[in-house]
Nanobody
């Protein structure tokens, strides 16, 4: 059974940085595209970033372009999300997900969810 475990969240001041990590076990990590989603209180889940199985292509939501960077290390079965220039509106629970195919932006094309890691941006 595939398991995704996120880490790296926390409290950071506006303008600060955090690096999230998601370790995947129980599956063929290097065969799958991966992505990050987030959900803020009272809001719908939002696509943040996606990456193909090789890492050759990356995709970003409009609200994080130029500030966030997704990457992966297939040898470590880990996907990362480097978040810079953080804003209070980035406050959310961040989830790592495995994509089966289709569109990197579409939640329906992902299956497994991690448990999430809380990111809070506040002074």
């Amino acid at each position: 059974q595939v398991q995704l475990v996120e880490s790296g969240g926390g409290l950071v001041q506006p303008g600060g940085s955090l690096r999230l990590a998601c370790v995947v076990s129980g599956g063929s990590f290097s065969s799958y595209a991966m992505g990050w989603f987030r959900q803020a209180p009272g809001k719908a889940r939002e696509f943040v970033a996606g990456i193909t199985w090789s890492g050759g292509n990356t995709y970003y939501g409009d609200s994080v372009k130029g500030r966030f960077t997704i990457s992966r290390d297939n040898a470590k079965s880990t996907v990362y999300l480097q978040m810079n220039s953080l804003k209070p509106e980035d406050t959310a629970v961040y989830y790592c997900r495995r994509r089966l195919g289709g569109s990197p932006y579409a939640s329906a094309d992902y299956d497994v969810w991690g448990q999430g890691t809380q990111v809070t941006v506040s002074s």
